[in-house]
């Protein structure tokens, strides 16, 4: 009798990549995403959709790495159907996703779909022969200067309900207890686009504020350092770095310190599905900020999805308060 195929365990190929670049000075979520005049999303070829959740991180370091300067994917069967074929030795990178797989209960006769984790392999389409994608290296000569400032104040002001923000201090932070971020004022930073980066950060802790997507920051976070604590600024890494390349913002100058590393380090060894879910959760709550939203599905939104209209948070000034209470850097 032929022996049985051991299952891939792609919780743990997906957080052994993730370790392996963080050990090689790689932190995946910081801004991997490249702009060079297209919109610098790993796109799939056949659908034209971006790839979404822990994908955007896989491929876009991926093509850093290994030098592509296309942002579109496909598989091999796609390559083919499309005329074109895989260059010989070329190499897969990896993509997963949750399909629903429907399920009989063999006593009760009951049928269930729950979500499994699948996963694909992907080709970049510069690996590919007889694949002509659409060029996205050449901006329109008729589009005016790309402005990723302007962009970047434009996702601040249209955040729906978000939380205040003051301007006030030297550090920057996300007070749950008054759902209030707090932030340095802009002429502090290095540079705008640090500005922007440590901002989209303290807005992605508010998403989970329970009035929003409810992550529990206003009930029962615990402290600096426990699980918790590190998942959730784990998944507002990954949020800032979605909502930054929205913006055209490529590179960050702001880089976590060594004890967040060495925190999510501790955290992505001892559950190797966190990096995947707490990819999904930064997915949603850049979702939030950005105004579209999505129906839960294990394929990319249609390109089509329209935002709500803009509605600006509140921004002003205001004095240090007086009680200590749990705070979200």
């Not at 030795?89 to 399920?103: A, F, P, R, Y």
């Not at 402005?147 to 996300?174: H, M, N, R, S, W």
Request: aromatic residues 8%; hydrophobic residues 35%.
């Amino acid at each position: 009798m032929a022996k049985r195929k051991q299952r891939r365990d792609i919780y743990q190929e997906v957080t052994d990549r993730i370790l392996e670049l963080m050990d090689a000075g790689t932190v995946p979520w910081r801004s991997p995403i490249r702009r060079r005049g297209g919109d610098g999303w790993p796109r799939n070829l056949q659908s034209r959709k971006p790839y979404r959740g822990v994908n955007v991180f896989l491929l876009a370091v991926e093509a850093m790495q290994r030098g592509f300067s296309s942002d579109y994917w496909l598989t091999f069967k796609q390559a083919l159907a499309k005329g074109g074929n895989v260059r010989k030795g070329e190499t897969s990178s990896l993509v997963v996703l949750w399909k629903q797989i429907e399920k009989e209960d063999k006593e009760t006769g009951e049928k269930t779909n729950p979500p499994v984790l699948r996963h694909y392999n992907v080709f970049n389409a510069e690996q590919c022969d007889g694949i002509d994608p659409p060029d996205v290296a050449k901006p329109d000569p008729n589009t005016p200067p790309f402005e990723p400032l302007k962009a970047a104040e434009d996702i601040i002001t249209g955040y729906c309900e978000g939380p205040d923000v003051k301007f006030k201090g030297t550090q920057a932070l996300y007070r749950p207890s008054t759902d209030q971020v707090v932030m340095p004022e802009p002429d502090r930073f290095e540079s705008p686009e640090s500005y922007y980066a440590t901002l989209f950060h303290e807005i992605s802790h508010s998403t989970g504020h329970s009035s929003r997507l409810n992550r529990g920051l206003d009930t029962n976070l615990t402290a600096f350092g426990s699980p918790d604590y590190s998942r959730e600024e784990l998944v507002a890494e990954m949020s800032a770095a979605f909502l930054a390349a929205t913006a055209g913002i490529s590179e960050s100058t702001i880089q976590p310190a060594a004890s967040y590393i060495d925190n999510w380090r501790k955290q992505l060894k001892g559950d190797k599905r966190l990096v995947i879910k707490a990819a999904g959760a930064a997915q949603k709550a850049a979702d939030w900020i950005l105004g579209t939203r999505f129906p839960e599905a294990t394929n990319p939104p249609p390109t089509d999805a329209e935002p709500n209209l803009p509605c600006p948070i509140k921004i002003d000034l205001v004095q240090q308060p007086t009680t200590k209470q749990l705070e979200l850097s």
